[in-house]
C-alpha cells in the first residue's frame, strides 16, 4: 500500500513539474540578446518565429511547430518563438492552453525592426553553421515544416 502512495506521488509531482515546464514565465528579449542565442546555437538548426496570439494564421501554424519540436532531439534543433503581443499573461496563457514546448519571448522593443519583420507569421530558419535559409511570410503547414528541417538537418 505505501509503494502505490510512492507511485502515485511520484506521478502527480512528475505531472506538476511538467506542467510548470510549459507554463514557464515569459520574458522579453532584446535584438543584442536574440544574436547572442543565436551564435550560442551554432550547430544546431534553430527556427525564430514571429507570432501573435491575435493572428490566427500564426495561432494555426503552432500545432507543427510543437510536432516537429517533438520528432527532433533538442540536440539538433532549437525553436524559440518571438512574440509581438502587449500582454505577457496573454502569451503565457496560450502557452499553456496550446501546451508549447519551446521558449517564447516577448519582443524587447527592437526583435521585429532589427529583423525587419512587418507582417506576421515570419519564420526564419538556420542551418548548424548559423547561415539563414529560410525567410518566409505566411502560414507554413507542419508537412512543410518537416521537410524543411529534414533538409536543412542534412546540410552540412
Not at 506521488?9 to 513539474?17: E, F, G, T
Not at 543565436?38 to 550547430?43: D, I, L, Q, S
Not at 533538442?74 to 509581438?84: C, P, T, Y
Not at 524543411?148 to 552540412?156: A, D, F, K, L, Y
Request: charged share 20%; aromatic share 6%; glycine share 6%.
Amino acid at each position: 500500500m505505501n509503494g502505490q502512495r510512492c507511485l502515485i506521488l511520484c506521478i502527480l509531482l512528475y505531472a506538476l513539474m511538467a506542467s510548470s515546464a510549459l507554463a514557464a514565465p515569459v520574458s522579453k528579449i532584446s535584438a543584442a540578446e536574440l544574436m547572442h542565442q543565436m551564435e550560442n546555437n551554432k550547430g544546431k538548426v534553430l527556427i525564430v518565429t514571429f507570432w501573435a496570439t491575435w493572428c490566427s494564421p500564426c495561432v494555426k501554424e503552432m500545432p507543427g511547430l510543437v510536432s516537429v519540436r517533438n520528432e527532433v532531439p533538442e540536440s539538433e534543433m532549437q525553436v524559440l518563438g518571438i512574440s509581438l503581443d502587449t500582454s505577457t499573461q496573454a502569451v503565457e496563457n496560450f502557452m499553456q492552453q496550446h501546451r508549447i514546448n519551446f521558449p517564447i519571448c516577448m519582443d524587447g522593443g527592437d526583435v521585429g525592426s532589427t529583423f525587419g519583420v512587418k507582417s506576421i507569421p515570419r519564420t526564419l530558419i538556420f542551418s548548424r553553421s548559423g547561415e539563414k535559409v529560410l525567410d518566409h511570410l505566411g502560414f507554413i503547414s507542419v508537412e512543410s515544416f518537416r521537410h524543411v528541417v529534414e533538409r536543412v538537418r542534412r546540410m552540412p
